[in-house]
């Protein structure tokens, strides 16, 4: 009598196993693209929150020690901002968008962009709330989209002779 061993697998042992290694890489890949697909994302929300930062204190640092506000008008709104900073050579100093980037213009110089090419700025604005006879609830409302995102700046202010 003939004992005939076995060694190896068969074909459908094979194909089960194949099977089964196919969909554990096919899982592990889409979990590295999901990982990998959230990290863009999340880079993207930072670069959004430190740049909308950055804009914030850059208007805020306008809006400081103002001596003369040129545009807008006291309970105005406008698309731009023009004021006089006291002891500051470099008089106006303007703020405005132009597609998607914020620019500062100082004195007679170039507008600057002031925001990075990653980012798009949208309806910016600025408000000049002024309240008759009550000096300090004076303050500019700065408002801006940032990639979706709203910012906000409200700065008071004390302007002498308004």
Do not use: C
């Not at 094979?14 to 592990?28: E, R």
């Not at 990290?39 to 950055?54: I, M, R």
Request: glycine fraction near 10%; charge should be neutral; hydrophobic fraction near 40%.
């Amino acid at each position: 009598m003939t004992i005939l061993s076995q060694k190896g697998f068969s074909l459908l042992e094979i194909v089960i196993y194949l099977g089964l290694m196919s969909l554990v890489i096919g899982g592990a890949l889409m979990a590295a693209y999901e990982i990998l697909g959230n990290e863009s994302k999340l880079e993207e929300k930072v670069v959004v929150s430190n740049e909308g930062d950055f804009l914030v204190k850059k208007i805020g640092w306008v809006l400081s020690e103002i001596s003369d506000i040129n545009y807008p008008g006291p309970g105005l709104s406008g698309n731009y901002l023009s004021i006089n900073k006291q002891n500051y050579a470099k008089n106006p100093i303007i703020l405005d968008q132009v597609d998607g980037k914020i620019r500062i213009k100082k004195g007679t110089g170039e507008p600057i962009l002031i925001n990075n090419s990653f980012v798009n700025v949208s309806s910016l604005s600025f408000k000049f709330n002024h309240i008759d006879n009550f000096k300090p609830a004076d303050y500019i409302t700065a408002s801006f989209y940032l990639n979706g995102g709203y910012f906000e700046v409200n700065k008071p202010i004390g302007i002498l002779g308004i």
